[in-house]
C-alpha cells in the first residue's frame, strides 16, 4: 500500500513531467537536425570549396567530441562570451547540432548514389544547378537516407537523456531525482527503460509510415 | 544562303594530355540529319556532349542560329540548353518520377509553365511516342525502348532546335530498337535537325542528309551515306565500314 502510494503521489508525477519535457527536446531537436543533415549533407557535394571545407570542418567538430562536452559548452561556456543560453535551449541547440551532422553523412551517402546520367539529362533540358538538386537530386535522395535517417531520430530519443547534465529535468533527471531519494534505482530506471521503448516504438512505426508513403516503383525493397 | 541552325568551329577537348577532340567543325542547316561513325574512342559521345557544354570545350565557338552561345553565362547556357535537346545513350529517366511527370518537369521548372498547360503538352508529346497508355508508369516499369522513348518526348516537350542523339538504341535488345528508330524516323520526316551517333548504319543511311566518320577525336571524312558507304576515299573509313557493314548488316 506505501508502495502504490509512492508510486502514485511521487513516482507517477515526476515522470510524467519528465517525459513531456524529453519530448519537448526531442521533437524540435529531430527536426532541426534533420534540416540541419540535409542542407550540409547538400553542401558537402555540391557546395564551392570554401563551403565543403567550412562543412566538412562542422561534421568533424560535432561528431568527434562527445556529445556531453559539446551540452556543457553550450551551457557553462557561451556566459564567458556573455551568451545565456536557458538549460532547455541549449540542449536542444547541442541536440540539433550534433544530429544534424550525423544526418549529413547518411544525406551524403544517399546523394551520392544518384546516378550521373540523370543529372546530365537535367543540365540538358536547361535545369540550374540548385533546381537540379531540389527537383531531380534530393528527392530522390531523401528516400534513400530514410533508414538512415531515422536511425539517427532513434539515437536522438535516447541520448537526450543527456540533457539533464546541464539541469534540463527530462525523463532521466527526474528519474535520477526520484531514485536517489528513494534508493529505488532498479525500479525506477526500469520504468524509464520502457518509457524510452515506447518512445523509440512509435518512432519507428512512424518512421516506416513515412518510407512507405514515399516508396516509389524503383525505390522498394526486394525480398529475395 | 540561310544562317546555318547550329554552327561549331574547331572545338578542341583535352583530358590531360590526351587531346580528344581536335578543332572539329561542323555546319548544321535546318532539317539536316547528320550521322556521327566511328569506333569508340573517337570522340563522338564527347562532341555531341561539348555541343550543349555537358563537358565544357578546351577551345571552339559555337553559334545557334547565328547567334555565338557565350556559356560562361549562366543564363545564356541555361536558354541555350533548352534549344538543344539531348538523348542519351542509357535514357537517364528521372526514376522518381513517372513518365508524364518526366516529360512535365522541365517544362514547368524550366519553361515556368502552368502545370495544366505542361500536362496537356506532356500528354500530346507521349501521344507522339506511341505512350499514352504508359504514361502512369515509373521508369522502373518502363522497357528500354520504351524509356528511351520518354526520353525522347521530354527533350521534345521543350520545343528544341536541334537534337543531338548519343547511341540512341545500343543500350537496347534487337528488337526494341525498332520502336525507337521508327521514332526518329517520324521526327526526321517532321523536319527536326538532327545530329545522331550511331553503329546501327543500316538504319542511318536510309535516312542521314550526311555521314560523318571520326576517328582520335577529327573529322577524318563526310559526305552522303552513298559516298561514305560505297567509295569512301580514306582507307580507314573504308575499314570501319566494312567492318560494321559485317555486323550490323546492310547498309540499305
Redesign the interface.
Known sequence: MEEWLYIQNEVYPALTKGFWVSLQLILPSSIFGLVIGTMVGVLRIYGSRPVMAAADLYVTLFRGIPLVVQLFIWYFGLPYFSIYLSPFVAAVLGFSLCSGAYHSEYVRGALLSIKRGQMLAAQSLGFSKVQMIFSIILPQAVRRALPGCGNEVIYLIKYSSLAYMITCIELTGQGKILASNSFKYTEIFLIIGACYLLMTSVASIVLSRVENRLRLPGFEHHRI | MSTPILKIENVSKRYGKKDVLQEVSLTVNKGDLKILIGPSGAGKSTLL?CI?F?VKPDEGRIWLDGQEVHYAH?HDL??Y??K???I?Q???????LNALENVR??MV??RGMGKKEADKRAVMELERVGLKEHMQ?????LSGGQKQRV?IA??LA?DPRVMLLDEPTSALDPELIGEVHSVIRDLGQSGMTMIMATHQIGFASSLASEIIFMESGRILEKGTPEKIFCHAENARTREFCSKITELYGETR
Open positions: 556532349q550543349n555537358l549562366k541555361y536558354a540548353r533548352q538543344v535537346g539531348m542519351f542509357d535514357f537517364n529517366l528521372f526514376d522518381h518537369i522541365g521548372k524550366v508508369k515509373y521508369p522502373a516499369q526520353s521530354r527533350a521543350m
